[in-house]
């Protein structure tokens, strides 16, 4: 992305480079509500880089939600989180995609003895 380099990273928790396919709810440009199924570039805990064919606008609302199989109940099972509420907080179009970089509401980790801000 234009202008990477020189800005300062703001992130506290990594990304990782995962293509998950992804269901996305929001409000493009004109206000319309759309539903489309889209995939992630790049995934962390606070926050994912995702390649959507809508524009959508900065600080708009994203409801996400992760297509999975029913899980058997298994005991001592971690709850698996499915369903992501989160901000555009920066877009760039491509020829073919929109990448919306979004920020979770509530991050996918607790920081331990770290704070939720960034230090910068």
Do not use: C, Y
Not at 15 to 33: C, H, M, N, Q, W
């Amino acid at each position: 992305m234009p202008g990477k380099d020189t800005q300062r990273e703001r992130r506290i928790w990594e990304r990782l480079p995962l293509a998950i396919p992804i269901f996305v709810r929001a409000r493009d440009t004109r206000g319309k509500e759309f539903l489309e199924f889209a995939t992630t570039v790049n995934l962390g805990a606070g926050g994912a880089l995702l390649a959507v064919s809508h524009a959508v606008p900065l600080s708009a609302g994203i409801s996400l939600e992760i297509p999975s199989a029913p899980l058997a109940n298994i005991p001592r099972r971690p709850r698996a989180v499915r369903q992501l509420q989160a901000r555009v907080v920066h877009h760039h179009s491509t020829n073919q995609h929109q990448l919306i970089g979004l920020k979770f509401t509530h991050p996918l980790l607790r920081a331990r003895g770290r704070k939720l801000t960034s230090p910068v």
